[in-house]
Each structure stands twice: as structure tokens, then as C-alpha cells.
């Protein structure tokens, strides 16, 4: 491998790991003040919150979530070649249509919150915390025209720090607007009769408070950075001297047919989250459980179980939109060989991480839930153990809708998610209407759709690229390396509780072994090679330590 493909892939591992940073500390800081969030909204206030995003989240897609990857994608192309005045007119026509995608999706949450929260979810208590949150629509819309615009000139910084802000401020506001709330919303409750629900209808509504003040406060930030990178940018387009310029016209239709398909494949799988629960909670009224049951089912899934997932999922989300505009630009250069290589490169350091995350988490999932959210029910343990496999097909499925997105191959993810959620649904009707399985049918459908995801990607990558992955490297020694640690940490999390009586302790020192176990044998047995090593960040330092302790 030449110098220029030796540092295009150092800097593909360093923009995802930057990106993947912000991302797993954005995920932190969400998870840790969803802990007092919990502890003041309840279970069924965490039910209310779940159903307001649930919608939310679908018109956030609709509007502008494919925005990011879109506008870099398309000014990385055009970057590529120095056609530095085609990628400010992406920029400005991405603009327009944030703007007026972001404006309209927010107004259709806020008049359309009653009809969508009470009537197509039969949850009417959550209308005040969708309400809260349609605002953000415009906001977030316009940020991610800027995060694509950086990410297109290859530098995650501005959507590293503006993420982590963003998610500081939100944590903030989230937590004290729900406490305000969730009192003012039991005096009103005692007043029409219903003190507890209408406490967790406003104190959720306090949680979503956060996300738009969060948003807002990133906003600003990516302007500022913007208007400082101007004076640089216009060097830029003094430089560009190409003749045969796009046309504003012409860049909106490349937009559009860029933003679509992304659109499409990621409502797809958005709606399956909605399709779930209108199942679940229709079925399961008609076969008997009590609406409290239900929603502390529904609660325990979406403010618990979907949140301690969504951390290591979300470096797959990272990799994949640092992978886009350097695999684009490979791709329509016709350079094969670099396509496959970051293909692989991509695949594997996804699974490196996935997989031991999936099996500690299936280990550690009652004492993770006591210790975060005081919850030791058997039924939340089951829910862990039978679910964290979707980590790492979901890490797997969100990694190669990405890669298929950046060789061209918009339509292929939206066909296979088309043909997942078809599954899906059966799946989770049958479980559910011949087996009883309750919530559990929403895990295991949801693993399902995972399942068949990755399968389809994985066909069409190997059709589309001719890529082969090394599956003792990228599958069979994280696996083997993961089902060693999972016994360790399994061990020591029961000889610690034996001796301590502590969970909190028992659980820390396990996930510290874990860890520590996990990175020796993945480097023992070769999982990762020095040369590897040496391309991620501080590389140099992890290469000595490693020699030091003689893991290399």
C-alpha cells in the first residue's frame, strides 16, 4: 500500500474515532442524566417520553436526518476535484431545503400532536412532551446542512464539539425542566384527578425541554465555526477556476436524489420502532394486561433497555458517516482496491467493538439496570439478555446501509430494510398472538430485523465491490475473545458481590476486567496487528504501551 492510501486510511480511522468519541461521550452524558430523568418521570413518564420521541424521530428523518450524509457527500465529491464553488452551492441549496423541510415538520408535529400521540399511539399524555419538542425539527434541520458541510471537507471537530455540547445543555435542562414540571404537573393532576399521570406527562415534557435548548446551543456553535472558516473557504473559491460549473438547479436535483433514498432505508427502520409499539400495545390490550403493565413494559424498552444500546451502536452511526465521503471519493475515482480495503477496515473495527459490547452487556444487564436506574426485575434482565445481540447486528446493519450509500447504492438499503420490517412484523405478530411473549416479542423481532439486514447488506456489498472480509480477524476472534471475557467479568462481578455486597463496586471493577481481558487476548491472538494500531489516533503511545506490557 502507497503513502497517500496509507494516509487517506489514517485519516479515515482518526475522523470516525473523532466523530465515534463525541458520539460514545454524547451517549454517556445521555445515559447518565437519563438516570435522574428516570428516578423523577417514573416508568410511565419514561413511557410518554419513549412515544414523544418515537414520533418525533420519524419526522426528524423525513425532514432532514439524511441532510448530514447527503451535503457531505456531495461537497466531498466536489472538493475532490477543487470545485470548491459547486460545494458552496450545495451548501446553499441544502440550506433552502432545511429550511423549508425543517419549518414544515415542525409545524406538522405541533397542530398534528394529538393525532399522533393520542389516536395512532393511544398515548394522549404525551402530546405536551411532542408539542415541546416540534420546535427542534427547524432547528436541528439547519445544524445538520452545517455538520455535513464540515464532515464534507473532511473534519468531524465542528460535529464532534457541538455534539458533546449540545448533549451537556440538554442533560442540564432535561433534568431540571422535568423536576419543575413534573411538580407543577402534579398540582394540576390533583386538581383534575389524576395527580401521577399528569406529574409524568409534564415532567417528560421537562425531559424533551432539553433537546431543544441542547440543539439550539449546537446551532450556534457550528455558525461561529462557520464564520471563522469563511476568510479560509474563500481562498478556496478563488482558486477554483473550472469552467463548466453546476447549476443551482441541477445541485438540488443531485441533493434530492441523494437525500431520498437515505430518507427512505432510515424511515423504514424508524417506523419499525412505531410499528412495535402499535402492535405491542394494541395486542397486548386485547389479550388482557392492564394498561399500567403495559406502559411500564413500554418504559422499561425505550427509557432503558434502547438507551444503554444505543451507546456502542452509536460508533457505527460515527464510522459510517466519516466512511461516506472518503469511500465516495474512492469509489467514483474507480479505485477498487481502496473501496474493499476501507470496507473491511470499517467492518472490522465496527465488530472489534460490537461484539465484546454485546456480550457484556448481556452479562452485566441486571446489575447495569440496578445500578443505573435501581431496577433489578427479572423482566428487565430478560430483556437485556435476549436483546444486547442486537448491538452488534444493528452496529453491523447501520455500518453497511452507510457503505452502500457511499459506492452509489442508494435504492439497496431501502429495498432490504422494505424486506426486514415484513419480517419483522410477522415475527412479532406470531410471538406475540401464539407464544405470549409480551414484550419480549418486540426484543426478539427487533433482533430479527437486525438479522436479516445484515444479511441482505452483506450480499449486495459483495455484488456491488467483490470485497472479502476476513472472518477469523473481524468475527471469530472478537467472538471467541468476548465469550472469555463475558465468563470472566461474570465471575468476578459474583466473587465481588460475595465479598463487598455492593453492587455499584462489583459492577465497576467487572467492566474494568472486562475490558482489560478483552484487549489482551484480541491483541494475543492477533485481532488487531501493530500496524493497525499505529493508524489510530495516539497510535505511537498505544503501540508502546503495548510493547511495555509485551502484548505485541
Known amino acids: 500500500m502507497n503513502n497517500r492510501a496509507r494516509k487517506s486510511d489514517t485519516n479515515f480511522i482518526v475522523q470516525g474515532s473523532i466523530l465515534a468519541i463525541a458520539s460514545i461521550i454524547s451517549r454517556i452524558v445521555g445515559l447518565i442524566y437519563r438516570l435522574p430523568l428516570t428516578a423523577i418521570i417514573g416508568k410511565t413518564g419514561n413511557d410518554y417520553y419513549g412515544t414523544a420521541y418515537s414520533i418525533y424521530n420519524i419526522m426528524l428523518i423525513i425532514s ?25 452551492k450545495v451548501f446553499r441549496s441544502a440550506m433552502i431545503f432545511a429550511i423549508i423541510s425543517g419549518g414544515v415538520g415542525a409545524l406538522v408535529v405541533f397542530f398534528g400532536a394529538d393525532f399522533f400521540a393520542g389516536t395512532l399511539l393511544k398515548t394522549p399524555m404525551s402530546v405536551l412532551a411532542l408539542k415541546v419538542l416540534a420546535p427542534t425539527l427547524f432547528v436541528v434541520a439547519i445544524l445538520g446542512v452545517f455538520r455535513g458541510f464540515f464532515q464534507g471537507l473532511n473534519t468531524m471537530m465542528p ?78 473559491l478563488i482558486r477554483d477556476h473550472s469552467r463548466n460549473q453546476e447549476s443551482y438547479g441541477e445541485v438540488f436535483r443531485l441533493l434530492l436524489l441523494t437525500i431520498v433514498p437515505v430518507l427512505l432505508s432510515t424511515v423504514v427502520y424508524s417506523l419499525s420502532t412505531l410499528i ?12 388482557g394486561y392492564d394498561a399500567k403493565t403495559i406502559s411500564e413494559w413500554w418504559g422499561v424498552y425505550t427509557g432503558q433497555f434502547i438507551v444503554l444500546t444505543n451507546v456502542p451502536i452509536s460508533i457505527a452511526s460515527s464510522l459510517a458517516a466519516s466512511s461516506v465521503p ?63 445481540i442486537s448491538i452488534a447486528l444493528f452496529a453491523l446493519s447501520t455500518l453497511t446501509n452507510g457503505l452502500l450509500q457511499g459506492i452509489d447504492k442508494m435504492k439497496i438499503p431501502i429495498i432490504n430494510s422494505v424486506i426486514a420490517i415484513l419480517v419483522h412484523v410477522i415475527f412479532l405478530i406470531i410471538l406475540m398472538e401464539f407464544f405470549d411473549l409480551n414484550i419480549y416479542a418486540v426484543v426478539i423481532a427487533n433482533n430479527i430485523y437486525g438479522l436479516v439486514v445484515c444479511i441482505l447488506n452483506d450480499i449486495a456489498l459483495k455484488k456491488y465491490t467483490n470485497s472479502s472480509q476476513n472472518i ?81
Open 64 to 88: 432532514s436526518y439524511s441532510l448530514p450524509l447527503a451535503v457531505s457527500k456531495l461537497v466531498s465529491a466536489r472538493m475532490a476535484v477543487g470545485h470548491a464553488r459547486d460545494a458552496l
Open 326 to 388: 472518503s469511500l465516495s471519493t474512492a469509489y467514483f475515482a474507480k479505485d477498487h482496491d481502496r473501496v474493499n480495503h476501507q470496507i473491511n477496515l470499517a467492518t472490522r473495527f465496527i465488530m472489534v467493538i460490537a461484539i465484546p459490547s454485546a456480550v457484556g452487556m448481556a452479562v452485566l444487564g441486571k446489575a447495569l439496570n440496578l445500578l443505573l436506574f435501581a431496577d433489578g426485575d427479572d423482566t428487565t434482565m430478560y430483556i437485556m439478555v435476549l436483546g444486547t
Open 159 to 236: 460535529s464532534a464539539f457541538s455534539q458533546i455540547c449540545e448533549q451537556i445543555l440538554n442533560a442540564i435542562v432535561s433534568v431540571v425542566a422535568a423536576y419543575m414540571l413534573f411538580s407543577y404537573g402534579k398540582k394540576v393532576g390533583a386538581v383534575l384527578g389524576d395527580p401521577n399521570n399528569y406529574a409524568a406527562a409534564y415532567g417528560a415534557a421537562g425531559g424533551t425541554l432539553g433537546t431543544l435548548s441542547g440543539s439550539i446551543l449546537a446551532l450556534g456553535i457550528v455558525i461561529f465555526i462557520y464564520m471563522a472558516y469563511r476568510r479560509r473557504f474563500k481562498k478556496k
Open 276 to 287: 412495535d409499539q402499535g402492535v405491542f400495545k394494541n395486542i397486548a390490550v386485547l389479550q
Open 472 to 552: 477469523e480477524k473481524t468475527y471469530i476472534i472478537p467472538a471467541i475473545s468476548s465469550i472469555i471475557m463475558g465468563i470472566s467479568v461474570y465471575i468476578i462481578y459474583k466473587l465481588c458481590y460475595t465479598l463487598l455486597h455492593s453492587n455499584a463496586v462489583s459492577t465497576i471493577i467487572s467492566i474494568v476486567v472486562g475490558v482489560a481481558v478483552y484487549g489482551i487476548l484480541l491483541l494475543k491472538m492477533k485481532g488487531l496487528t501493530e500496524n493497525e494500531l499505529m493508524r489510530m489516533p495516539k497510535g505511537n503511545l498505544i503501540v508502546s504501551l503495548c510493547r511495555k506490557f509485551h502484548l505485541i
